[in-house]
């Protein structure tokens, strides 16, 4: 009888995932880059049995406002060319046609009450997709804007690199810098660097004295010299700024999620690579241990394993696919990739082989 048990694949597109199972409920993070996307990624999955059949627990898993969650996919990084908030989606996609179970209809228009900006084709007899706005989907989002001379300095960039992520405290909501992430702030060759909102999870209590000091908080950035000459320099230049573009006040999750729900508003936000994001895409209705199950609302429960076909549940970030995009080498059903998480069942031997080959290559 064969035993079954989970891998964790992740990578920035379909022909460069690696497996990362030895990182999960670790707190280490995996470096991904491309010429589209730079950034770290952490799992946590709640009951993971590594492949030698110990079951890894998690503190993620202890923290008062995580209780129920049962996984976690953690990213911070930057899109490295300017792309407009609408089309920056995040969802899965499978590789071949679902079998969905009696009652999937429920499954269903659960999906579309927790996200009403939810897209999708489940029902496709070739590639089934279902994404959503990535700002509007993500319960747990920050967003930082870097200066221009922080972005624009190897020495700074590096340290970025070796920055603590993820974070020892849980992914909360800073949406304040929002605001130099418009359209129209994109356009100028200048960004701006506000101080850090008392809602962000990586503030400190000097984090509104200098731009340096809220840096280095989060991105063990180097005090630099001048940094206070600078500030009030950027705060000279913010008060210009304010006046072409309006301040976000969306002080909770909820805010941003039904502010953004409105295609127009996203529209309006520019991310690239001045832009900082952290996302935490935590839920509870997915249990992968003793076996994958849906869990909904009033306690009904889908047994996926009976219709999963070893389909790997297969996260994406990604561009939006528009009406005039050709097909994609890999066939996926999206626009460009920024990257994935491919969370796939495999047995005993897929596994050790796999993970014969990355020590190999490491």
Request: one cysteine or more; proline letters at 6%; a neutral charge.
């Amino acid at each position: 009888m064969f035993h079954s048990r989970l891998r964790v694949r992740v990578g920035p597109s379909m022909d460069k995932l690696v497996c990362i199972t030895d990182k999960v409920n670790s707190r280490k993070a995996h470096d991904i880059s491309s010429e589209l996307f730079e950034g770290k990624v952490a799992i946590n999955i709640k009951g993971f049995t590594n492949p030698s059949g110990e079951e890894l627990f998690a503190e993620y898993f202890d923290r008062e406002d995580r209780k129920g969650i049962t996984w976690s996919i953690q990213v911070q990084g930057r899109f490295l060319q300017p792309t407009s908030a609408d089309d920056v989606m995040f969802g899965n996609t499978f590789d071949k046609r679902l079998k969905l179970p009696w009652g999937a209809g429920v499954a269903l228009k659960f999906m579309k009450y927790v996200d009403p900006t939810l897209e999708h084709d489940l029902m496709s007899e070739t590639k089934p997709w279902a994404l959503s706005p990535l700002i509007a989907t993500m319960p747990h989002f920050v967003h930082e804007r870097i200066d221009d001379i922080f972005r624009t300095s190897p020495v700074l960039e590096h340290k970025w690199s070796e920055s603590s992520f993820p974070p020892s405290q849980s992914i909360g909501e800073d949406t304040s810098q929002l605001q130099f992430a418009t359209a129209s702030s994109n356009s100028s060759s200048s960004t701006y660097l506000t101080p850090y909102s008392s809602n962000s999870p990586f503030a400190t209590p000097s984090s509104s004295l200098s731009v340096a000091s809220s840096s280095s908080s989060h991105l063990n950035l180097p005090k630099m010299p001048g940094s206070l000459d600078c500030l009030a320099h950027l705060k000279k230049k913010n008060k210009k700024t304010k006046m072409f573009g309006r301040a976000l006040d969306l002080r909770t999750a909820g805010n941003r999620r039904s502010y953004f729900s409105n295609p127009q508003h996203r529209k309006e936000i520019v991310f690239g690579p001045e832009d900082l994001i952290t996302t935490d895409f935590c839920y509870g209705y997915l249990q992968f241990n003793p076996t994958l199950a849906l869990r909904l609302s009033g306690g009904m429960t889908f047994d996926l394993m009976k219709y999963w076909d070893r389909h790997p549940v297969r996260f994406v970030c990604c561009k939006r696919r528009k009406p005039g995009d050709g097909e994609r080498s890999d066939g996926q059903p999206t626009g460009d990739l920024y990257w994935i998480v491919s969370i796939e069942t495999a047995y005993e031997n897929d596994i050790h082989q796999e993970d014969s080959v990355t020590g190999q290559d490491k």
